[in-house]
């Protein structure tokens, strides 16, 4: 662990850290934001699963208020001329999701960070544990771990876990106190970890 930690610090103390800074307080200005971009960020983060970050900020740059008024064919067929995966299912999520109102509010009135993740697991279709962690980060929530997969290749290279051959609810929660703990060492919460492993890993700060 001592040489990942040593990365950290070392990125820490580069201008990238000033761009994770700012991220983080672009996510936390968004959850402060209306319900329509709430859900909005909900659905990048449904566009996420099994495809890449990067193409799912195009898409969702390109729909604009698509996610929100769309019906769901006209959703299906945007989604599959911009590229994305699974695009038929991924618009029948969005599209059901629609019947959560108030998700802000609903977010709000929860205790801490684990319990939100696991009512959005609960009551989201097409959002397993990756994405649910991911919408909260992005929406000012940091307690919890966006376990990827260039995050688990970068603690594989480093020989701190077995890559899993599936990520069951048990392995993703035995990775992210895995995190927790690196976290603490660098006096970091798991959001802002994130940026720092998936700079690490891909070279790049993205969302």
Wanted: with cysteine; hydrophobic share 40%; glycine share 4%.
């Amino acid at each position: 662990m001592k040489k990942l930690l040593e990365s950290i610090n070392s990125v820490r103390n580069s201008d990238v850290a000033d761009t994770i800074e700012k991220r983080m307080s672009q996510f936390r200005s968004l959850g402060r934001q209306s319900e329509e971009e709430i859900f909005n960020e909900l659905c990048f983060c449904i566009l996420t699963a099994n495809f890449r970050a990067d193409r799912s900020i195009y898409v969702q740059k390109e729909l604009g208020d698509g996610f929100i008024i769309l019906p769901m064919d006209v959703l299906a067929k945007k989604l599959k001329t911009l590229g994305c995966r699974f695009h038929t299912n991924k618009a029948k999520y969005m599209v059901e999701a629609r019947k959560h109102e108030g998700i802000k509010e609903k977010l709000n009135s929860m205790e801490n960070d684990v319990e939100r993740r696991e009512w959005i697991v609960k009551n989201v279709k097409g959002i397993g544990y990756k994405e649910a962690s991911h919408f909260l980060r992005n929406i000012g929530y940091s307690d919890v771990a966006i376990v990827d997969f260039h995050i688990i290749d970068l603690l594989v290279e480093h020989k701190l876990v077995e890559k899993p051959k599936t990520m069951s609810k048990k392995n993703y929660l035995e990775i992210e106190n895995l995190l927790r703990k690196i976290a603490k060492n660098v006096k970091l919460n798991l959001g802002e970890l994130d940026l720092y492993l998936w700079y690490l890993e891909t070279g790049k700060v993205l969302k």
